[in-house]
């Protein structure tokens, strides 16, 4: 394309879809490029899942999240950012899989994003800003696990319906943990719990800590604490716990233990990132990595520490990055040093 954006956003999560919607409101140009769905993060939580959170925290460009709830359902969720984009008119390129950000040949030229769509052709945008705003739910963490590629084993959980009267292995001790339990339990499904530490995490939303604890403590959902799984075979989960090794029967296994950002589209945009951490170099004050022009918001700034960014404070990265760049083209159209 020979136009040149003031934006180019990659990812059409709502961290995303904010920053769009900020540049638009100062008069910036934007596209949006997402590989799937809109807010495909949302997309693929489980299918009866309620939010944490009240629905104005989820609001973006002052667009009011209206529920007859005290919080909103993923549904709900789908349906109001579908929204947020109509009422913006906001400019996305579905289907397009980013693989390079690039600076033109002139050192203050624009950047080039080129990104291939379903048929695998390439397509290029340039742009005076890239934002990256691809969240950190895509990639999980890898156990490492013998059997971790076996089909009955997922790092995502939707729904419990087709695991009624299953045994059910769940590994993690987090929230995605605690809420997948509890629903499968409450489906019918015999869960059994493995978390390498001695209690839940202390992360885990307040009014289901109380639940998935006292479940435990009746017995109706098992636990093992202070256990590691040692290998996962076609009917069973071995864990090493207490110096004793324990075979858990298990019909499907859902492997909860985090995610992290996809460090492989930092790299193409040249963006350093600590190697262990997976958490990018760039400011806290600007959002701007160690590449000119090129911005994070959202989840992505987190690395591995997905939990420390959500949608309620990541929403307003992308107001931060618009008073930036709109500041730097204003003192560049006016002949000063951007």
Not at 5 to 23: E, K, Q, R
Not at 101 to 123: F, I, K, M, N
Request: glycine share 8%; charged share 20%; hydrophobic share 40%.
């Amino acid at each position: 394309m020979s136009d040149v954006f003031d934006f180019v956003i990659v990812g059409a999560g709502p961290a995303g879809l904010a920053t769009a919607i900020a540049a638009k409101k100062k008069g910036l140009s934007a596209v949006v490029l997402e590989k799937a769905a809109l807010v495909n993060t949302i997309l693929h939580y489980p299918v009866n899942m309620v939010f944490f959170t009240t629905p104005e925290l989820l609001e973006i460009g002052g667009l009011p999240f209206t529920t007859p709830y005290e919080k909103p359902t993923r549904q709900e969720a789908l349906n109001y950012y579908r929204r947020v984009v109509d009422t913006y008119d906001l400019s996305i390129a579905f289907d397009r899989q980013v693989q390079s950000v690039t600076r033109a040949s002139a050192a203050d030229g624009p950047l080039v994003v080129e990104a291939s769509d379903a048929d695998g052709q390439v397509h290029q945008w340039q742009a005076r800003a890239v934002v990256l705003a691809t969240g950190a739910f895509d990639l999980p963490n890898v156990c490492g696990i013998p059997g971790e590629e076996l089909p009955h084993v997922s790092h995502y959980y939707t729904e419990a319906h087709p695991y009624y009267r299953k045994d059910v292995v769940i590994v993690g001790g987090q929230n995605s943990a605690a809420d997948a339990a509890l629903d499968l339990y409450r489906s019918g499904a015999r869960v059994t719990v493995v978390h390498r530490r001695a209690v839940l995490g202390d992360s885990i939303k307040y009014w289901v800590k109380p639940d998935i604890e006292n479940r435990i403590k009746e017995g109706s959902i098992a636990a093992r604490f202070e256990a590691r799984v040692l290998r996962i075979t076609d009917h069973h989960v071995t864990i090493e716990r207490h110096g004793a090794t324990e075979d858990l029967p298990a019909d499907v296994v859902f492997l909860l233990t985090g995610y992290h950002s996809d460090t492989t589209l930092l790299k193409a945009a040249g963006v350093q990132f600590d190697p262990t951490t997976y958490e990018p170099r760039y400011s806290p004050d600007t959002l701007e990595t160690n590449v000119p022009g090129v911005y994070l918001v959202g989840a992505v700034t987190t690395g591995r520490q997905s939990g420390r960014i959500f949608i309620e404070n990541g929403r307003f990265h992308g107001e931060r990055v618009a008073e930036v760049v709109a500041e730097r083209l204003q003192r560049s159209a006016q002949g000063q040093p951007a």
